[in-house]
């Protein structure tokens, strides 16, 4: 067997800017790897100075890519527990331990009428994909958070608490948005109560859409089947591994009932 | 100059390993190999398959503790026909080191029946049995758990096959030291050690598990000086080979296990932890016998009571 190819790879942090809220983007420098990625596909991540900041090092966290330009690779991440934590304390001349670019990606169309659906951290695949589509296609964005500090820019915001943009869940006004803006093509990621709900409400009208899942992971390249997730169709299903099959499903094939 | 001399080279009984290193099962998969160099490898062990397919537990089926790992995979596997027709011949054709196949029965016929399939498979050099499975034949309890069970397994697979006969324990039993010896006087070859300890984590908040099963096992940094002991139990007792595994993360744990009597180590969790665990843990092996000029059968079992 050949070398192994650079899935594994440690690069310097070129910036990390704290958004307020609890986010922050973290952007690394690698034309190479730039040239790799497609929307929907995540990196493992890991701050490097995770091995010396604690005597135990701790798993690499899967985060989607939210940018990609000619050389920069962009990540905005919420801070959420001791991985994200220890990935935002990381300043330029850090190291970031990274692996991917992994999993399958959106599908690419042209001449739709699309809409996305992001929920919280959902926001950032989608963002890159809104990037490859916009030339092609009309989208209509929409996008729900907690509170003002949950929101990005998009088309529509909804916040539970109505500090920002419509008060209420993000799939509450989807019927009517379907109908008026002709949507034919969902693409979702957020939440699994809000996916469900979009799904719930888009598939009356058989509108195409395709979701990206969220699960705990430990390799993150399809070796432990740690991050599987139940897709089919009724009683030919299997459970299929988020990192390796996904992270973006077909949203008629993922079985709701059992996630 | 001397001849070049493999200081790292270590035997399982009936076969020769180039390196002491191997993978555990359920850990390591040939995507891996995207990452770490192959040839650092002593021999591959793919994740363990059952005669039929089996879809694994409902998620969330990983959880990180402060010091290792909680799965509850629900041993997910393809089954024997088809890991055979797809999965065999792509490990046979990318790997070059010796491909241990590890697989697990609800029965005494039923481990009898996968043996004998897979000996008609060329390119595998021995099999490790995973023992945790329930057995139908007594109430359900677990193989590894009871001696005579062991032995009985034992006693029936070692004549059916040439190759390397591995039983793997769990250390879930109140003496290991007993079924290490069950095995070896069946028939067994080598005694891989050791599965997953039981563990569980409950969110604080709201009580909740964070696995969907409740209880599941317990890998990593955490088990380690369980994993040690239980080694040194069975290595005072038994005569063949042992590979020994559980919270093996740096070279500096390879040889405690090495000095407690392990004539190969296996990595699991560490592979998540360090991507490239294999090739660091082998530098370090190398370094220290280098520097030490002696070889790694120098060190096995000749642990010290202080
Ligand atoms: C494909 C994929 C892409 C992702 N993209 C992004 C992204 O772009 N930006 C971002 O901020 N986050 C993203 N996430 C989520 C991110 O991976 C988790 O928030 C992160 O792993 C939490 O790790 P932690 O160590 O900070 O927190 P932990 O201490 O591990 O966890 C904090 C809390 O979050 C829960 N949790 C942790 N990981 C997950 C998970 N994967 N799924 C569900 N619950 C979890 C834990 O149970 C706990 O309640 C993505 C996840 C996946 C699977
Ligand atoms: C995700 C995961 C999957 C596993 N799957 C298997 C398996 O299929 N068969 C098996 O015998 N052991 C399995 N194990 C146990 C490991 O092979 C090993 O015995 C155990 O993890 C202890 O070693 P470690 O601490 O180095 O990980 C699994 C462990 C983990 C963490
Ligand atoms: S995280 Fe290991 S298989 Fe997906």
């Known amino acids: 067997m050949s070398k192994p190819i650079p899935l594994y790879i440690k690069r310097e942090i070129y910036s990390s800017t704290e958004l307020t809220g609890n986010y922050f983007v973290l952007r690394i420098l690698d034309e190479e790897l730039a040239l790799k990625c497609k929307p929907g596909q995540f990196f493992e991540l890991r701050a490097a100075k995770m091995e010396t900041d604690c005597s135990l090092p701790k798993l690499f966290k899967p985060i989607s890519i939210y940018d990609v330009t000619k050389v920069i690779i962009s990540f905005l991440i919420k801070k959420r527990g001791s991985g994200t934590n220890s990935l935002s304390k990381s300043t330029t001349t850090d190291l970031l331990e990274m692996i991917g670019p992994l999993g399958n990606g959106f599908p690419i169309v042209s001449g739709r009428n699309v809409l996305l659906v992001s929920g919280g951290i959902g926001y950032p695949p989608l963002s890159y994909l809104y990037k490859e589509l916009i030339a092609q296609n009309q989208i209509y964005w929409i996008h729900g958070g907690g509170g003002s500090n949950d929101v990005f820019p998009c088309n529509e915001v909804w916040t539970i608490d109505g500090s920002y943009g419509n008060k209420g869940m993000v799939t509450e006004n989807l019927e009517n948005i379907l109908t008026e803006k002709k949507i034919d093509l969902i693409y979702s990621c957020g939440p699994i109560p809000m996916l469900k709900e979009c799904f719930r409400k888009a598939s009356k009208l058989n509108i195409e859409q395709y979701c990206s899942l969220e699960a705990y992971m430990a390799c993150g390249i399809g070796s432990c089947y740690g991050c599987a997730v139940p897709i089919g169709k009724n009683d030919q299903w299997n459970y299929l591994r988020v990192c390796q099959e996904g992270p973006v499903f077909n949203a008629e094939e993922v079985l709701w009932n059992l996630l | ?306």
């Open chain 2, 1 to 306: 100059m001397e001849p070049s001399v493999n200081k790292l080279q270590t035997s399982l009984g009936r076969i020769m390993l180039q390196s002491p290193i191997t993978v555990a099962s359920g850990t390591f998969a040939l995507d891996n190999l995207k990452i770490v160099e192959q040839n650092f490898l002593g021999a591959f062990v793919c994740k363990t398959i059952t005669r039929h397919p089996k879809k694994g537990n409902p998620p969330p089926r990983l959880f990180e503790t402060e010091a290792g790992l909680l799965n509850s995979i629900g041993l997910q596997n393809p089954g024997l026909d088809k890991f055979i027709a797809e999965d065999l011949p792509v490990l046979k054709e990318k790997l070059d080191v010796p491909l241990i196949v590890s697989f697990s029965g609800s029965s005494y016929a039923e481990f009898a029946e996968m043996l004998e399939t897979l000996e008609k498979q060329e390119g595998i050099a021995g099999y490790e049995l995973n023992v945790s499975c329930p057995n139908v034949e007594n109430e359900g309890i677990a193989f590894g758990v009871n001696p005579d069970i062991v032995h009985q397994l034992c006693k029936q697979l070692a004549p059916l096959t040439e190759r390397e006969l591995i039983v793997k324990l769990s250390p879930n039993v109140s003496d290991i030291g007993m079924i290490a010896k069950a095995a070896e006087e069946g028939g067994a070859t080598a005694i891989s050690m050791i599965n997953t300890v039981w563990g569980m984590a409950i969110n604080y908040q709201n009580g909740k598990s964070m696995l969907q099963k409740g209880i599941g096992g317990y890998s990593g940094i955490g088990i380690k000086p369980i994993a040690l002991a239980l080694l040194y139990q069975a290595a005072k007792v038994i005569h063949i080979p042992i590979i020994a595994m559980g919270g093996i993360y740096k070279w500096q744990d390879a040889l405690e296990f090495f000095w407690a009597g392990a004539s190969a180590i296996s990595l699991g969790t560490a592979n998540f932890i360090d991507p490239l665990a294999v090739q660091n843990v082998y530098a370090g092996i190398n370094a220290f016998l280098q520097e030490r000029n002696i070889t790694l059968s120098d060190i096995v079992g000749k642990y010290e009571l202080e």
